[in-house]
């Protein structure tokens, strides 16, 4: 019996000081990477931190950093930033993991107890920023607030806030057996508000490696889960902008609704009544805006413009609830002409091919052979041919009679990539091949 005793003590104690001995490593090499982080952000902004932590839950970390941008005279203040993983053996897995471009089964990363003063220039630096690219869809929230058209440092301040204090973390997890990606995002400001968003994402087969998941991942919405939660922000913005309206508490929030939609209207975004409703509702209760999707079956969401506005509601399977009070009424209806001119995102115009060179008839001499040249041209091809084309810029038209122009990317289980320029940059969109009708290539 003393025997086995001293067996276990034995195992017990060395398990301890592998434990230990591993700590120290992941401590070491920690260290060592997030040292490199700082030197390489030098340029950009001093760092400083106090202390890299290792967890035996399965997170490592770092504590008590300062960042101080050199473009503005401003800090923050972060109580830690981690990467967190199921336990403490998914954390030394990970690291060979990585090292074998693999992607780990889950993990996260976090944000606690992050401050910025409002006084600071980092916050004015964005508003600004902020103005530059304004849209009709932006500050909508500031609607009907007397002379204020827009929120920022300065009003916040004006609505007794003195700095943000908040905390953010956001993570994946792979469900090999039902094939599901499951994102995770929550945040959270002190006095504010807090956000919950949970997407579930189906996978034709789990990824073997990072490049494998970049390359051929195409998202199909499998469920969404979005939880709003008042934190003492709507309270504190009515008041403020009742007084800066002159007006009663219920005579703001009913004219600040109804500016809110027919701005909406306006630029193409019809909603309805029980929409509508649902927002005044939040905005003089507080509580939390509860959004859900399922599906019937698993979507591409770069799908959905296909459809008719009525029929997206169906498609995701969505409701909706604010303080626990269903909003039956989902209706929603949008004209994408007009938002896209709301969103400077017309397509660039397409460039014409160049006109084949006009000959004249002329003499035959025993001058040098010239080579002609060649100009491209777009030549119709059927679908089932696109695969071979990959790269080249194509011509698509689809059963609904939309078209399409862009670069094909890639063409696999009967869906087709392709990546449409835009003047504000680029979207990369995916089309079923059964819902093409036409196909032109350019060479």
Sequence with gaps: MRKLVSIVIFLVVAAALLAVATGGYLWYGA????????????????????????????????????VM?????????????????????????????LSQ????????????????????????????NAEKTRSPFDHLDALGCGPV???????????????????????????????MLELRMESSSQNWAALHLDIGLGLTRPPESLAEFAVSFTPKLAKLNFVLRDDGFNQRRNAYCAAKAGKPLPDYLADHVQQVAERLRANGVLLSPGLVAAYQRYLGEG????????????????????????????????RMKVNEAEVTDLTV????????????????????????PKTT????????????????????????????????????RTTNGTPYRGTLDAVMEGMIRVTVRKSGGSA???????????????Y
């Design 31 to 66: 260290k060592q990477q997030v040292d490199q982080i700082v030197a390489m952000a030098k340029p950009f902004a001093e760092i400083s931190y106090g202390s890299v932590a290792i967890s035996p839950s399965g997170s490592v970390g770092v504590r008590r950093l300062r």
């Design 69 to 97: 941008p050199k473009f503005v005279n401003d800090s923050i203040m972060i109580g830690a930033i981690q990467l967190n993983f199921p336990n403490f053996l998914a954390l030394l897995h990970a690291r060979w993991q």
């Design 101 to 128: 471009n693999q992607l780990p089964e889950a993990l996260s990363l976090s944000f606690q107890d992050v401050e910025l003063s409002l006084s600071g220039g980092i916050l004015g630096a964005a508003t600004a």
């Design 149 to 179: 058209t827009a929120f920022g440092a300065a009003e916040w301040r004006e609505m007794g806030y003195t700095q943000f204090v908040g905390a953010m973390e956001i993570g994946y997890r792979i469900d090999p057996k039902n094939n």
């Design 287 to 318: 509580g939390t805006v509860m959004i859900t999707a399922n599906p019937p079956a698993l979507i591409n969401p770069a799908e959905l413009h296909e459809y008719a506005p009525a029929d997206i509601v169906k498609l995701l399977g969505l």
């Design 333 to 356: 209806d949008w004209d994408a002409a007009k938002i896209t001119k709301a969103l400077n995102l017309a397509s660039e115009p397409e460039p014409e091919p160049e006109p084949e």
């Design 361 to 396: 008839p002329a003499t035959v001499s025993p001058s040098p052979v010239v080579a002609e040249k060649i100009y491209q041209t777009y030549h119709p091809i059927p679908v089932g041919e696109l695969s071979r084309h990959v790269g080249k810029v194509v011509k698509l």
């Design 428 to 442: 990369m969109l995916s089309l079923r091949a059964s819902e093409i009708t036409e196909v032109a290539v350019l």
